[in-house]
């Protein structure tokens, strides 16, 4: 890993300072991994092809921080949520929703037939680690999901603390969504004893989207081995089985996997710590402007501001949707609040290899465009006077 240093690093690549993309996922790509989408057909049984996939697989496991398994699955992130539990449990599941995305994946249990307990904290709220505790109280589980940063409000849950009392208080297997977290913030599978943590390609990875990453613990794989019906497609033993030949069970997504194989060196080479550090300023700085901008946060407590996507209600009297529209014709696309907040507020994806100077040139567009509009409804409630 590299080390904490002086010397500037250019996350973009050669676009400091002009990223104009900050859709909350898909996000912007370095043009660099799209051109490594292009490399060679090959057969996913051939040596050329495990010795790609045989870097990938000693990568992978740096970045969840595991000295366990790493592999990756041609679906989104929510095919390896589908995967763990269809593959790992048989038992009541404790689903913790706080968001559109934690929400679904209690949909998901529920729709499998599994005894499923919801943990519901409402929109722009962290899961609680002395809910859990409660909950844990209650009734014997055998799993519990988690979402670590719910993108659909940029709120983040304190995923040490929740671990903890998973683990003190259950022998529950503990699964994590860190789509919105990995490569962006502190991440620690080992450490935190996450069971299977699970990330999208197309979030701070800086990945197209169309693959999913996962780290699986020992603890986990001895619980789908137990397990008589994992399914075919998303049986992670099946996974685990043929990552020992450096392949995959299935066709893979080959393009991707030569974009993830580049990628991770990118990573690599910034240094995680380096690369939280990145997305924790390109934060500051929008909780400097915003509310000398007339901008406040979905989420109150500071101490819950996601650090990859920030979601915002814009000034009284500017209509968001429109906002994000005029934004649009000065060259930036950020990202629509979601579900029920679409018509409310804004997200910015500061996430992936986008920087700090691009950043700020996004807020200073959106105070022109704000005040641009503020000053054009104020002429007009004069006329209409």
Request: proline share 6%; net charge neutral.
């Amino acid at each position: 890993m590299r080390p904490m240093s002086s010397a500037p690093f250019d996350s973009t690549s050669g676009s400091a300072g002009q990223v104009r993309f900050f859709n909350p996922g898909p996000v912007w790509v370095r043009p660099q991994v799209l051109q490594a989408l292009g490399g060679p057909m090959m057969s996913h049984r051939s040596q050329a092809f495990s010795d790609l996939y045989g870097r990938i697989l000693e990568k992978l496991p740096k970045l969840f921080r595991t000295k366990g398994q790493a592999h990756t699955l041609a679906t989104s992130a929510t095919g390896v949520w589908e995967a763990a539990l269809v593959s790992c449990v048989e038992g009541p599941v404790l689903c913790c929703c706080n968001g559109a995305f934690s929400d679904k994946w209690g949909e998901m249990s529920q729709r499998l037939g599994l005894d499923t307990t919801i943990l519901k904290a409402e929109w722009g709220k962290p899961i609680l680690a002395e809910e859990v505790r409660k909950k844990l109280a209650e009734k014997k589980f055998q799993a519990v999901t988690v979402v670590h940063n719910e993108t659909s409000t940029g709120t983040i849950s304190d995923l040490p603390a929740i671990a903890k009392v998973v683990h003190e208080g259950s022998d529950a297997l503990l699964f994590a969504d860190v789509v919105t977290s990995l490569a962006g913030t502190r991440v620690e599978a080992d450490e935190w004893g996450l069971d299977v943590a699970v990330c999208g390609s197309q979030k701070a990875l800086a990945l197209p989207p169309g693959i999913a990453v996962f780290s699986i613990s020992e603890k986990a794989l001895a619980a789908a081995r137990q397990k008589k019906h994992r399914g075919l497609y998303l049986d992670l033993i099946d996974v685990e089985a043929f990552g020992k030949k450096k392949q995959n069970p299935t066709t893979p997504s080959l393009p991707l996997l030569y974009a993830l194989d580049v990628q991770l060196d990118h990573i690599l080479a910034e240094g995680l710590e380096n690369r939280w550090a990145r997305h924790h300023s390109m934060l500051k700085a929008v909780e400097e402007w915003a509310p000398k901008a007339g901008f406040r946060f979905l989420p109150e407590d500071p101490a819950t501001h996601s650090p990859t996507v920030s979601s915002l209600y814009p000034p009284e009297g500017v209509n968001a949707e429109e906002l994000n529209k005029a934004m649009k014709k000065e060259g930036f696309t950020p990202g629509s609040g979601y579900g029920k907040f679409k018509p409310l507020n804004i997200r910015i994806g500061h996430m992936g290899d986008v920087d700090l100077e691009s950043v700020k040139a996004l807020l200073a567009a959106y105070d022109k465009v704000a005040q641009g509009m503020l000053a054009a409804s104020a002429v007009g409630a004069g006329t209409k006077s």
